[in-house]
């Protein structure tokens, strides 16, 4: 079992930056695929990132590839969301989510095991 912890969020301009990061307690981190997501007020949850356990291999929204980059430190236990270029439609609570098993291309939120409580991202226009 992992316990996701994600932090970073808050306020920003349009056309401005931020870092989300999600710490992971528990064993066996670098076993587990890691994902981001959001969910927008009414609307529902929608696929961000995922990167596969290794790091070698990412896998984007076609609305963030390319502004959007996300990162892990298995030594760490932490994955990261570099977020740029930032636009008032990504305001949204944004999640870290953890799966165990399987491939890593994948955006389907029901897929995956264990997530965080979520950080808001708000982007002012």
């Known amino acids: 079992q992992v316990q996701l912890v994600e932090s970073g969020g808050g306020l920003v301009q349009a056309g401005g930056s931020l870092r989300l990061s999600c710490a992971a307690s528990g064993r066996a981190f670098s076993s587990y695929v890691m994902g981001w997501f959001r969910q927008a007020p009414g609307k529902e949850r929608e696929f961000v990132a995922t990167i596969s356990r290794t790091g070698t291999s990412s896998y984007y929204a076609y609305s963030v590839k390319g502004r959007f980059t996300i990162s892990r430190d298995n030594a760490k236990n932490t994955v990261n969301l570099q977020m740029s270029s930032l636009k008032a439609e990504d305001t949204a609570v944004y999640y870290c989510?953890?799966?165990?098993?399987?491939?890593?291309?994948?955006?389907?939120?029901?897929?995956?095991?264990?997530w965080g409580q979520g950080t808001q991202v708000t982007v002012s226009s």
């Open positions: 989510a953890a799966k165990r098993f399987g491939e890593s291309r994948v955006s389907k939120g029901d897929q995956y095991d264990y």
